[in-house]
């Protein structure tokens, strides 16, 4: 029996964190055994604010790094570059053609990026990324796709662009779900409980990057964010030490209730010193099998990647074509 496909992919830009791999890449790694996983390095996506070249080529390899040490395997899940299947774009461009200016304009995420750069100076693939992200579900007849929160508003409009698609020319489009779970909730930022941790942000002190050494881990989480009082507790009411219990709770397997009851009568200081070590006891073995991730054993895996997921981008873009009315 076929299993159900899945669709995901990070952009390569800025410092992949904590959060891109507690929010993400661990959970595609549980994922991988039960489905037809497609990840992606979602290159394309990344220019839609302006790229350091060299950085951009650098990150994308580091990106595929990251998926392939997180325990992603090439075996059971196909990985590769976006800007090397060309469907991607060309799909994009006839989903504009059915897209609406207003559903495009309610994007939240475009409004807030949009802001810090100042709307005059916002690009239009900024504007219309969530159309490529939509040609990217929809391309690869994707059945779930695994989003943290900040990303469901994109997911609902893949589905109207698919359910708009196959009304006005017929079926053609799987309609996809997103695929949420408490492993996807957003990881905030450590000097802002209220936003989520950004690989983009102005501090390095808002994350812990995924190649961080020992010394910078305990001294970003030295200066991390805590609530008033001194008690130790999982709950709304502080949420700086909730999202600091949530990080020590996925990267240790350990629940929020058992690390409340753990620090009884501690003090944050404590708490702290115990969270570092647990972030640097995962990091040392993932960057110890980052470093032995050569650039030409994981562009390999890429161009394999890519030559795997080519032939359905190139069927179900000629299906699109043929009923739009293209010439073949």
């Known amino acids: 029996m076929n299993k159900p496909r899945i669709f995901s992919g990070i952009q390569p830009s800025g410092n992949l964190h904590i959060g891109n791999y507690l929010g993400a890449i661990k959970n595609w790694v549980k994922l991988q055994d039960q489905y037809d996983s497609i990840f992606c390095v979602v290159d394309m996506h990344a220019i839609t604010v302006p790229q350091d070249p060299a950085e951009l080529r650098r990150r994308t390899i580091e990106v ?6 997180s325990g992603i395997d090439p075996k059971k899940s196909t990985l590769f570059i976006q800007s090397h ?3 991607h774009a060309e799909l994009a461009w006839i989903l ?5 200016i207003p559903e495009l304009e309610k994007m939240t995420q475009f409004k807030d ?6 709307k005059e100076s916002a690009s239009v693939g900024l504007f219309d990324y969530p159309i490529l992200m939509a040609s990217d579900i929809l391309l690869y007849d994707t059945e779930l796709v695994p989003v943290g929160k900040d990303q469901l508003q994109h997911i609902e409009l893949t589905r109207t662009l698919a359910e708009r698609f196959n009304k006005k020319f017929g079926k053609t489009f799987i309609i996809p779900k997103a695929f949420t779970t ?9 000097d802002d409980p ?5 690989k983009s942000a102005s501090s390095e002190y808002n994350y812990i990057a995924l190649t961080d050494d020992e010394e910078t881990v305990r001294r970003k989480i030295k200066k991390a964010v805590t609530d008033s009082g ?6 709304d009411s502080k949420p700086a030490l909730k999202n600091l219990i949530n990080i020590y709770s996925l990267l240790s397997e350990i629940s929020p209730k058992e690390i409340e009851n753990k620090y009884v009568g501690k003090k944050y200081s404590d708490f702290k010193n115990a969270l570092a070590e647990v972030i640097i006891n995962y990091l040392t073995p993932f ?10 054993k994981v562009l390999e895996i890429l161009e394999e990647g890519a030559k795997r997921v080519r032939p359905l981008a190139q069927k179900k873009l000629r299906e699109v074509k043929k009923k739009i009315g293209f010439v073949a």
């Open 113 to 118: 990026k949009a802001q810090k750069a100042g």
């Open 182 to 190: 408490k492993e996807s909730e957003n990881i905030m930022g450590l």
């Open 96 to 100: 504009n053609t059915i897209a609406k």
């Open 230 to 235: 001194s008690e130790i507790v999982y709950n």
């Open 287 to 296: 960057q110890k099998k980052m470093a032995k991730l050569t650039d030409e």
């Open 194 to 198: 209220t936003k989520k941790m950004s």
């Open 85 to 87: 299947i060309s469907e």
């Open 64 to 69: 595929a790094k990251v998926y392939l040490a």
